[in-house]
């Protein structure tokens, strides 16, 4: 699949099938989020991966926004150091890197931001310099995907040279 290609179907799923999802796999998502850019280079991210069933279920009570993650094939949290201006566009970054490698294998993704951050330092021992910014869970589609995206329209979104004026003229 090329990037477009991917960009294009990606979907955020919350729901997983119960196959499991190969080391390989894991292994091509945790590199992903490694070979992200970062803010001047500084990689301040740390990546938890999480595949113990018994500790999906502990990531979903530590959530307020992603109770489905307990039902992920596997989740990595992304955490960041909340000192750097710019550490949630990192985390972003990192973020859908992993989720369109993973979709590179038909592995889908979904992402929350609703942590627990007390709860998730405890359970899961993050350090206090980081903060819980990002869960990604991932597993195989349990059903077929529809593939519709529900997004505004480019006019609506895109505008060329200023700030409302239409992207039309492109074509010209
Ligand atoms: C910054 C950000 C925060 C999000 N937080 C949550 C969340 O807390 N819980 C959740 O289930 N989905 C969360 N999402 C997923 C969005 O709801 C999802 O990307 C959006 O509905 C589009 O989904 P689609 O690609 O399947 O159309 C978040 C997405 C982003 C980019």
Not at 81 to 91: E, M, Q, S, V
Not at 120 to 128: A, S, T
Not at 151 to 165: C, D, I, T
Request: charged share 25%; hydrophobic share 40%; aromatic share 8%.
């Amino acid at each position: 699949m090329n990037t477009t290609e991917a960009v294009k179907t990606k979907l955020d799923v919350r729901e997983f099938d119960t196959k499991p999802v190969g080391a390989d796999i894991k292994m091509a998502v945790l590199e992903a989020g490694r070979l992200t850019q970062s803010g001047v280079n500084s990689q301040h991210w740390r990546f938890i991966i999480v595949q113990d069933p018994k500790n999906l279920v502990r990531l979903a009570e530590d959530s307020s926004s992603g109770a489905w993650v307990g039902r992920a094939n596997f989740a990595v949290i992304i955490c960041t150091d909340p000192k750097k201006g710019y550490h949630l566009i990192d985390a972003g970054r990192a973020a859908q890197d992993m989720e369109l490698t993973a979709w590179d294998d038909g592995v889908v993704s979904g992402l929350y931001t609703g942590i627990k951050q007390a709860d998730m330092r405890r359970d899961f021992g993050i350090p206090e310099e980081l903060n819980a910014t990002i869960v990604v869970g991932f597993g195989f589609p349990k059903r077929k995907l529809l593939g519709r995206k529900n997004r505004r329209p480019l006019s609506e979104v895109a505008f060329l040279e200023k700030y409302g004026n239409s992207i039309e003229a492109l074509h010209k």
